[in-house]
């Protein structure tokens, strides 16, 4: 079956706690997307990867960080500078950047 | 401000009823796309629609993209309770390597019986 998956599918973080989030995909797809989804606020992208090795910020990429050493793995970090963290996190991938975007089951994470 | 609009906030038709969601971009765009969310899940990929006047359907789900590229709508023909959900559209801006994606905030559909 190929698809996106996304763990875990809850998160709680405490105060001033680095935690980080798991995106695979085994659709072969070169590039990769993380976006934040607020209520009301539809989804706000945080960074994407066109390729292996190579990622670039989105629209609200402070208080994150991402990797991209591998092609079907695109883990996000959310540090302690991201000051109100909760939310709905999901991770997308396409075939290239100018492709449809499928996405994984979500992350929702939480501030203990 | 937000460069896609969606239209309405949230609607509620009763089963069997059709309904229309909108999707206004306040520029040209190069690519629509329409997803569907249960609420705390993923994005299903429902259409997408690239070219002006061109209309797709899906069983009972129907979209159309308008000559100028920069309105779309969904339309849900006598709608069931699997409907319900939220209705995303996401916009593609540039024909460059990296388009500009943008989302729209979303309506959300109930069906009741």
């Known amino acids: 079956d190929g698809g996106i998956t996304q763990s875990p599918k809850y998160l709680f973080r405490k105060e001033g706690q680095n935690v980080t989030l798991s995106c695979e995909q085994n659709?072969?797809?070169?590039?990769m997307y993380w976006y934040r989804q607020d209520p009301g606020q539809g989804l706000r992208l945080i960074y994407y990867s066109q390729i292996v090795n190579d990622f670039q910020k989105g629209d609200i990429a402070e208080g994150y960080s991402v990797s991209r050493e591998k092609k079907e793995s695109f883990p996000l970090t959310v540090t302690s500078a991201q000051k109100n963290p909760t939310a709905f996190y999901l991770c997308a991938s396409s075939r290239d950047s100018q492709e449809t975007q499928y996405f994984g089951p979500g992350t929702r994470l939480l501030v203990l | 401000s937000q460069e896609l609009e969606q239209s309405p906030q949230s609607l509620i038709v009763q089963e069997g009823k059709n309904l229309t969601i909108n999707c206004t971009s306040s520029?040209?765009?190069?690519?629509l796309y329409w997803y569907k969310q249960k609420y705390g899940e993923g994005l299903i990929f429902l259409m997408m629609?690239?070219?002006?006047?061109e209309e797709k359907s899906h069983e009972k789900i129907t979209a159309k993209l308008d000559e100028k590229k920069q309105q779309s709508s969904l339309h849900i023909t006598a709608s069931q309770p699997s409907h319900a959900g939220i209705y995303l559209c996401g916009a593609d801006y540039s024909t460059d390597s990296w388009g500009k994606f943008q989302f729209g905030a979303g309506t959300q559909v109930v069906v009741t019986p």
């Open positions: 629609l690239q070219k002006g006047g």
């Open positions: 520029k040209t765009l190069y690519g």
């Open positions: 659709l072969n797809h070169d590039a």
